[in-house]
């Protein structure tokens, strides 16, 4: 095979070096991505998972210069969203009794998309397919991120095939973890959990129990993005575990927008006196009309307590915060603490309303939060400075 992964299983997936935004505008992905593929050639041939549609007449092309396509004798769709089964209309145009082995939601998802009724075969965790002396042993894993999402793991060679689970939006010419530079790596791994999989952190910590209560050899993880778990499989499966549980790193988040820069003023006051206080606390600021939003994201995801301000507009806040908290609402973060701040001209009623949608984003809120009339002046400049001394105490 052109791409090795490991005795007869090769790469044959697309990597994206362009991508710069994903799921449409809402995910930036600073580094590309790739669409795995995985062709298995036992004396079965199977094919795991395609690409993304704008790639898919490259796909099956290079697909049909590893193997003659009617040669494959089965497709696995491990998850219908369109980055990976976007090429299977393409594909089983030309090869179209070919069974689909898939989640029953998976049909769902796949007749929704394509409208198309292909050879669908049903399966659930425990299904095997005999490939000759390997097996390919199916392991459904609902709301990892759809509820279609299932993994598959193939014996002998001890790999898991784990769809979006333990990916990273990472292009890379290396196919493998051990080959790319580390800190890149666990940057774009971790971007991809706190933007992608946070909202479902309770069932990634039920699906690694039932994966380690299988106690099944694992030598590689192959997930759907990125590079393929190597070297140490198990480090990805164990970070996975520590993200899931309410995770945080001794970091506070200060985000706010500004109309007259009253309320960045306030935001690096706040930052000037948390950091007088607690030396050893890692603080970032971002203005979230300029920064990246899943940057962002990223960094309240690593935080102990986060801040955010707003000056008042139309009785309400500016539009950059009241998106990120409708974003954070979702991400259901756990275990983090939270102060909202702000300037006003008159009615001043943002601090009330970043107060609530932090609650309802399930932040334990601290205090009624810090409101500046006006231009904030030197005193409440130090007002601001003494609020977060005092708040940086009670992270
Ligand atoms: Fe990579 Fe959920 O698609």
Request: net charge negative; glycine share 8%; aromatic share 10%.
């Amino acid at each position: 095979m052109k791409r090795p992964v490991k005795n007869n299983i090769g790469w044959v997936g697309k990597i994206d070096w362009e991508l710069r935004r994903f799921h449409g505008h809402e995910l930036s992905t600073h580094r590309g991505s790739s669409y795995n593929s995985y062709l298995i050639r036992e004396e079965k041939t199977v094919l795991i998972d395609t690409v993304w549609n704008p790639f898919a007449e490259e796909f099956v092309h290079g697909l049909a210069g590893e193997i003659p396509l009617e040669k494959i004798d089965a497709v696995v769709a491990n998850h219908a969203e369109i980055d990976h089964s976007g090429a299977l209309p393409e594909l089983l145009s030309r090869i179209p009794d070919t069974p689909v082995y898939c989640s029953a939601n998976a049909v769902k998802s796949l007749r929704g998309h394509y409208h198309r009724d292909w050879n669908f075969q049903v399966v659930k965790t425990g299904d095997r397919l005999a490939l000759g002396d390997k097996e390919l042993v199916f392991i459904e894993a609902p709301m990892l991120h759809w509820p279609d999402s299932m993994m598959c793991y193939l014996t002998g060679d001890a790999v898991l095939f784990s769809n979006d689970a333990f990916g990273q939006h990472y292009a890379s010419e290396f196919l493998f973890n051990d080959l790319v530079d580390r800190s890149e790596l666990f940057e774009e791994a971790l971007k991809y959990y706190a933007n992608i999989l946070a909202p479902f952190s309770p069932l990634v910590t039920k699906k690694i129990r039932e994966l380690l209560s299988l106690k099944l050899p694992l030598e590689m993880i192959c997930p759907s993005h990125g590079v393929l778990w190597r070297r140490d499989p198990a480090q990805i499966i164990e970070a996975y575990g520590r993200w899931a549980a309410a995770y945080k790193e001794n970091q506070v988040t200060i985000v706010y927008d500004t109309m007259w820069d009253g309320t960045r003023r306030l935001a690096e006051a706040l930052a000037r006196g948390i950091g007088q206080a607690s030396p050893d606390i890692r603080i970032k600021l971002h203005n979230a009309s300029r920064s990246d939003k899943n940057d962002i994201i990223t960094d309240i995801f690593l935080s102990r307590a986060v801040l955010f301000g707003s000056p008042t507009i139309n009785r309400g806040i500016l539009t950059a915060m009241a998106a990120l908290i409708e974003e954070v609402k979702g991400l259901k973060l756990q275990g983090k603490k939270a102060a909202a701040f702000g300037c006003y001209g008159w009615s001043g009623e943002s601090v009330q309303r970043l107060n609530e949608g932090l609650k309802e984003a399930g932040f334990e809120v601290m205090g009624e939060g810090l409101r500046a009339l006006w231009n904030p002046d030197e005193a409440a400049l130090k007002a601001a400075r003494e609020w977060g001394a005092a708040l940086a105490a009670s992270f």
